[in-house]
């Protein structure tokens, strides 16, 4: 077997002694796609924060690149290239649009240039301040900060939501160009499970803090029946 | 000359003095919401530091100056490792209970080893006596105050505003998770930070002796004043700090000069008003 970039097994994970995830197990390998999909509350948003370190391990370990990260700092996992685009978008409203994109930026193919060819609104933001910016303004600026650290796995946690649907369109687009060049992994959690298949190459699907189903994306996508039954997501028939 | 303006240099000189002493709180309080009631021991420890040196060891008064910021930053730095990171997740109660404890054990210190009395201490010729500029009567020694504090004001904004590290700091203070989540290292910062407000401390204590004099009282007297400027200033905001100790020492001096029957009330007077107005402080965040 390849050796993968991140691994989960068997993991147990909650806030206090109150357990959310149980019995987590899966992989994603170097530049590897994965959705993560569920109804709401079913521990999706947690598992992000478990892979951020941000969440308490009752059991199981989490493997990076073969090393064990199970019980390291959240910056020593930043650090060691994960990026996270938190639900809440979590912009710093005391930096300008710029200074939240350098606060933490580490060298790499993403640097202030190309992220402002993604989203050239921030570019002309730069001077703002975060909370200074519409909702979708936000969102690209997560994504944007995110990538200028540069990691070789980029956490995207819901970032569709609350969020019109023109720009809900310009941000998959963009999304969709930034992931397809396959440079680095990604997670998507995303209450669009259509938009998540088609953007991933496998995808999870999470019930009661337990992993329901796990396969190729196009498969699930494919199977309405499964969709329906998993997500409660109806597509029109083709 | 008019009171009026002798009265509003004095008080911002006296301001510039309470910044000095107020910065490093705001900073950390704002940071890491620790509750640090030891802040005004850091400034004690420096003018004593400067005292000692200066009656003592016959130290010119600017060499002193390093040293009651050095010695400020390493005394926080050190009851930080030992104490308050131990506290950080604790509540305002407990944190409050240690740092109080840490200001009486500073006090009864002091007075061990220097006494109770005011500690003398003679300022270089240079810095004494006055000058006379367009019929105002300038002392220099606070003249002198006032550049000192506004060029360690101007560093300290540059600093913050200007530099990773700055941004660093004000995106820790916003939002401590994300920081964390980006690769900030949040404990080291805070380190950093923490000894830097501790440094300016010790060094506003050392400044201080000359205009608001020097005993083991000192600790808990301006602990007073200090967490006004960092509650009327709002938690974390340098500016807020800055023109809530103005507001305080101008304040207090025009309360002295103008109605000495109620300066001993008025400062409270003044935050109360300013709290009732604007109750996350003047430039405070939340």
Same mark, same amino acid.
């Given at each position: 077997?390849?050796?993968?970039?991140?691994?989960?097994?068997?993991?147990?994970?909650?806030?206090?002694?109150?357990?959310?995830?149980?019995?987590?197990?899966?992989?994603?390998?170097?530049?590897?796609?994965?959705?993560?999909?569920?109804?709401?509350?079913?521990?999706?948003?947690?598992?992000?924060?478990?892979?951020?370190?941000?969440?308490?391990?009752?059991?199981?370990?989490?493997?990076?690149?073969?090393?064990?990260?199970?019980?390291?700092?959240?910056?020593?996992?930043?650090?060691?290239?994960?990026?996270?685009?938190?639900?809440?978008?979590?912009?710093?409203?005391?930096?300008?649009?710029?200074?939240?994109?350098?606060?933490?930026?580490?060298?790499?193919?993403?640097?202030?240039?190309?992220?402002?060819?993604?989203?050239?609104?921030?570019?002309?933001?730069?001077?703002?301040?975060?909370?200074?910016?519409?909702?979708?303004?936000?969102?690209?600026?997560?994504?944007?900060?995110?990538?200028?650290?540069?990691?070789?796995?980029?956490?995207?946690?819901?970032?569709?939501?609350?969020?019109?649907?023109?720009?809900?369109?310009?941000?998959?687009?963009?999304?969709?160009?930034?992931?397809?060049?396959?440079?680095?992994?990604?997670?998507?959690?995303?209450?669009?499970?259509?938009?998540?298949?088609?953007?991933?190459?496998?995808?999870?699907?999470?019930?009661?803090?337990?992993?329901?189903?796990?396969?190729?994306?196009?498969?699930?996508?494919?199977?309405?029946?499964?969709?329906?039954?998993?997500?409660?997501?109806?597509?029109?028939?083709? | 000359?008019?009171?009026?303006?002798?009265?509003?240099?004095?008080?911002?000189?006296?301001?510039?003095?309470?910044?000095?002493?107020?910065?490093?709180?705001?900073?950390?309080?704002?940071?890491?919401?620790?509750?640090?009631?030891?802040?005004?021991?850091?400034?004690?420890?420096?003018?004593?530091?400067?005292?000692?040196?200066?009656?003592?060891? @016959?130290?010119? /008064?600017?060499?002193?100056?390093?040293? &009651?910021?050095?010695? %400020? =930053?390493? +005394?926080?730095?050190? $009851?930080?490792?030992?104490?308050?990171?131990?506290?950080?997740?604790?509540?305002?109660?407990?944190?409050?209970?240690?740092?109080?404890?840490?200001?009486?054990?500073?006090?009864?210190?002091?007075?061990?080893?220097?006494?109770?009395?005011?500690?003398?201490?003679?300022?270089?010729?240079?810095?004494?006596?006055?000058?006379?500029?367009?019929?105002?009567?300038?002392?220099?020694?606070?003249?002198?105050?006032?550049?000192?504090?506004?060029?360690?004001?101007?560093?300290?904004?540059?600093?913050?505003?200007?530099?990773?590290?700055?941004?660093?700091?004000?995106?820790?203070?916003?939002?401590?998770?994300?920081?964390?989540?980006?690769?900030?290292?949040?404990?080291?910062?805070? @380190?950093?930070? /923490?000894?830097?407000?501790?440094?300016? &401390?010790?060094?506003? %204590? =050392?400044? +201080?002796?000359?205009? $608001?004099?020097?005993?083991?009282?000192?600790?808990?007297?301006?602990?007073?004043?200090?967490?006004?400027?960092?509650?009327?200033?709002?938690?974390?905001?340098?500016?807020?700090?800055?023109?809530?100790?103005?507001?305080?020492?101008?304040?207090?001096?025009?309360?002295?000069?103008?109605?000495?029957?109620?300066?001993?009330?008025?400062?409270?007077?003044?935050?109360?008003?300013?709290?009732?107005?604007?109750?996350?402080?003047?430039?405070?965040?939340?």
């Amino acid at each position: 077997m390849a050796e993968m970039l991140l691994s989960f097994r068997d993991v147990r994970a909650g806030y206090g002694a109150g357990i959310v995830l149980d019995a987590i197990t899966f992989d994603l390998p170097e530049n590897g796609s994965l959705a993560l999909l569920g109804r709401n509350g079913v521990g999706k948003s947690t598992l992000i924060l478990t892979i951020m370190g941000m969440t308490q391990i009752g059991r199981g370990r989490i493997v990076w690149r073969g090393r064990d990260i199970t019980t390291d700092a959240p910056h020593r996992r930043a650090r060691a290239g994960i990026g996270w685009v938190a639900q809440e978008r979590e912009i710093f409203s005391a930096l300008t649009v710029e200074e939240n994109l350098t606060v933490a930026a580490r060298p790499g193919r993403w640097d202030l240039k190309s992220v402002y060819d993604l989203f050239p609104r921030l570019a002309e933001r730069r001077r703002n301040f975060g909370n200074q910016l519409s909702g979708g303004e936000q969102q690209m600026l997560a994504i944007a900060r995110a990538l200028m650290t540069n990691p070789a796995l980029l956490l995207l946690d819901e970032p569709l939501e609350g969020l019109a649907p023109i720009v809900v369109e310009e941000l998959a687009a963009a999304i969709r160009r930034m992931t397809g060049e396959g440079a680095n992994a990604f997670i998507l959690v995303e209450q669009h499970a259509d938009i998540a298949l088609s953007l991933t190459q496998s995808a999870l699907v999470i019930e009661r803090g337990r992993i329901v189903h796990s396969g190729a994306s196009a498969a699930l996508l494919a199977d309405h029946a499964a969709l329906d039954r998993l997500v409660g997501l109806r597509l029109a028939e083709a | 000359m008019p009171p009026v303006f002798g009265v509003l240099f004095d008080g911002i000189a006296y301001g510039m003095l309470l910044f000095l002493m107020s910065v490093g709180l705001s900073v950390t309080l704002g940071m890491m919401n620790f509750v640090n009631l030891a802040h005004c021991s850091f400034a004690m420890l420096g003018g004593y530091v400067t005292v000692t040196l200066m009656n003592a060891l @016959g130290w010119p /008064f600017f060499a002193t100056l390093p040293v &009651a910021f050095i010695a %400020g =930053a390493v +005394a926080s730095i050190v $009851l930080e490792r030992l104490f308050f990171r131990r506290f950080y997740n604790s509540n305002e109660l407990n944190q409050c209970l240690l740092t109080i404890g840490i200001v009486f054990v500073s006090i009864a210190a002091a007075a061990y080893i220097y006494g109770t009395d005011q500690q003398p201490m003679q300022l270089p010729p240079y810095l004494q006596g006055s000058i006379h500029f367009r019929g105002l009567d300038l002392a220099v020694y606070r003249l002198f105050l006032i550049a000192a504090a506004a060029l360690i004001t101007i560093v300290l904004v540059v600093t913050l505003e200007w530099t990773r590290f700055g941004a660093q700091v004000r995106a820790a203070v916003n939002n401590q998770r994300m920081a964390r989540g980006l690769g900030i290292d949040v404990d080291t910062l805070f @380190g950093f930070t /923490f000894a830097l407000g501790g440094g300016l &401390a010790g060094l506003g %204590g =050392a400044l +201080a002796i000359a205009m $608001l004099g020097l005993d083991p009282s000192f600790a808990l007297t301006y602990l007073i004043y200090v967490l006004i400027v960092v509650s009327v200033g709002g938690l974390g905001s340098i500016a807020g700090s800055f023109a809530a100790a103005m507001l305080l020492g101008v304040a207090d001096m025009a309360g002295e000069y103008y109605i000495p029957a109620l300066s001993s009330v008025l400062i409270y007077l003044v935050m109360l008003v300013m709290i009732m107005w604007r109750p996350s402080g003047l430039f405070g965040r939340r």
